[in-house]
């Protein structure tokens, strides 16, 4: 055990150094040389201004540090999507910052870039949180505006946003630190309130070579849109200040000075650390991913004082379900377990998979969960529904659906750590991206996609196989073979947890000992949202 425990806290260690280099690279966003020509120009980067502005750096929470890894490599690329965002404190207040980075293309929009900004605006309407829009971008990335510019979920989505925020009572606030161009001008303006940073902030619809395109005017970009312009000519801007500090300055002064609102209620008492070593964790978790360990004793590592009141013990094994604190927070946690259990019927079952009575139990915790204002907790590590004539003959199909609509319908706010497999419907029923959790977040040891990269490569093996046979082509066993290996090694690319993190699918990929403090910042913020909302499963299966 002990030689096993080490191998995995080895390589479980290993993966936490690698994406500690990667997010210290990330940070770097365009580069040294970029970072450097802010300097010049009088500007903080996007993360100097957050750590300026916010009460804590180390507090903050980052959403979608990895967006964008990997992808657009033929424009060089666009780290973290151009655009730093997350929560954080300002003079006490919990708030979403969105900070775009001029050092990535001139913080010019790529398509993901719309997606992270989306994102962050729902975080703060989920969470009824003030937003903070530091602004310094080109605009839409025109070599890409295809992509961008006019469908539902695109560029135009933030300004729709925008106004519904404003309906919904959340504050938004915007600082312009740079370049404000074209459609992106009406963010800041339709925020409450919008100050300008004198020489370096301009805003408008069209620089001074398109207006001398368009009209034939003759102006440069600093009386055509500067700040004097905005705030002593048009009023389109309310504030001007000489540099980024007195800027950001002038920002906490307004959240030093906001009201207090209606907070949701969950439950809190004084916060306990576990009894047991959350660092046991990195040894007790298996890389390799068909390996059994009893998911009981990663959660007994993360909650207050190592308690966890399990509900329906024996019953539904394959998800353990209970009650815990997490900081001080109650919470109910839904979690795949991945040793092999036999049931009272006799029936052996694999760890990882959902069976008609785990999931039959999930759905009944869930709404007792809902019933005592109880927010939830997702442990994923899933290969998905058990298959199979007993399995069909026993009804899987409607206990998963009566378990996905429990989930589905949850007012009460859920968070989901993927801390392995991450496949199929079984995705889906323990809170995946498209369930609306507040906050999702992976493992370095995560894998995420429709199936395993084996039984998937095999099937792919077998469809490509029987194209070429229709085509009249024979393969050789070597040819079979090289084929395989190229499919299983596309297809892990794709299962790892950057590639789901560049995409949104998850917000981003911590440390597991972080895993306490995410829930713990999620669980606070979401308690800033009263639940307007009654749970009502409709009709469900029986």
């Known amino acids: 055990m002990d030689i096993e425990f080490n191998k995995n806290q080895d390589e479980l260690q290993q993966l936490i150094f690698q994406l500690d280099t990667k997010l210290k690279k990330v940070e770097l966003g365009g ?8 300097h010049e120009k009088g500007k903080l980067t996007a993360r100097e201004r957050i750590d300026y502005l916010i009460d804590n750096p180390e507090d903050f929470l980052e959403i979608g540090a990895f967006v964008g890894d990997g992808m657009y490599k033929e424009y060089g690329g666009c780290p973290s999507g151009g655009v730093v965002t997350g929560i954080g404190k300002v003079k006490g ?3 979403v910052i969105v900070a775009n980075d001029a050092t990535v293309k001139a913080g010019a929009w790529f398509p993901i870039t719309a997606k992270k900004n989306m994102r962050a605006q729902e975080v703060a309407m989920e969470n009824r949180l003030p937003i903070i829009y530091l602004v310094d971008s ?3 990335f025109l070599p890409m505006q295809d992509e961008i510019f006019p469908d539902k979920e695109h560029f135009g989505r933030q300004f729709r946003n925008n106004a519904k925020m404003t309906s919904m009572g959340i504050i938004q606030v915007a600082a312009i630190m740079g370049s404000c161009v074209a459609g992106g001008a009406y963010l800041p303006i339709m925020s409450d309130e919008a100050a300008i940073v004198d020489k370096t902030g301009s805003i408008f619809l069209a620089g001074s ?14 009386t055509l849109g500067g ?22 300055d002038y920002i906490k002064s307004i959240f030093d000075k906001i009201g207090a609102f209606e907070k949701a209620g969950f439950d809190r008492v004084e916060s306990k650390v576990p009894k047991l070593d959350p660092k046991d964790i990195l040894g007790l978790m298996p890389l390799d991913r ?7 004793d990663i959660i007994t590592r993360f909650v207050d004082d190592s308690e966890f009141d399990e509900y329906k013990e024996k019953y539904g094994q394959t ?6 604190r997490v900081d001080g927070w109650a919470v109910g946690i839904v979690a795949n377990q991945r040793i092999v259990v036999k049931s009272k019927k006799g029936e052996m079952q694999m760890g990882g998979v959902i069976y008609s009575d785990s999931a039959d139990k999930s759905a009944r915790f869930i709404m007792n969960c809902n019933q005592r204002k109880i927010p939830l907790v997702f442990l994923q590590d899933v290969s998905g529904f058990m298959v199979g004539s007993r399995a069909e003959h026993g009804g899987i199909i409607k206990d998963g659906a009566k378990m996905v609509n429990a989930m589905a319908n949850s007012v009460v706010p859920k968070f989901t750590i993927i801390t392995g497999n991450s496949f199929g419907a079984g995705n889906y029923a323990m809170c995946g991206k498209a369930y609306d959790p507040r906050l999702i977040y992976a493992w370095p040891t995560a894998q995420i996609a429709v199936m395993s990269g084996a039984s998937a490569a095999k099937t792919l093996l077998q469809i490509k196989v029987s194209t070429l046979k229709a085509q009249g082509k024979e393969i050789s066993a070597e040819d079979e073979k090289k084929l395989l ?3 299983t090694a596309s297809y892990n690319e794709q299962m790892s947890p950057y590639y789901a993190a560049s995409r949104l699918w998850v917000d981003g990929i911590i440390n597991p000992l972080e895993t306490r403090t995410v829930i713990s910042k999620g669980i606070e913020v979401a308690n800033q949202a009263p639940i307007t909302e009654k749970f009502n499963v409709g009709v469900i299966q029986t």
């Open 485 to 487: 290996d190229d499919i």
């Open 31 to 38: 580069g040294e040389k970029k970072i450097a020509k802010q």
């Open 227 to 248: 700040a004097t312009t905005h705030c002593e000519i048009s009023g389109v801007t309310d504030n001007k200040f000489p540099n980024d500090q007195a800027c950001l």
């Open 209 to 222: 070579y398109l207006v001398k395109a368009a009209i034939g005017e003759d102006i440069d970009n600093e």
């Open 93 to 95: 207040r919990s708030c």
């Open 290 to 296: 068909t390996k059994p360990y009893d998911v009981r």
């Open 319 to 324: 998800i353990v379900c209970g009650y815990a």
């Open 138 to 140: 080109a605009g839409v």
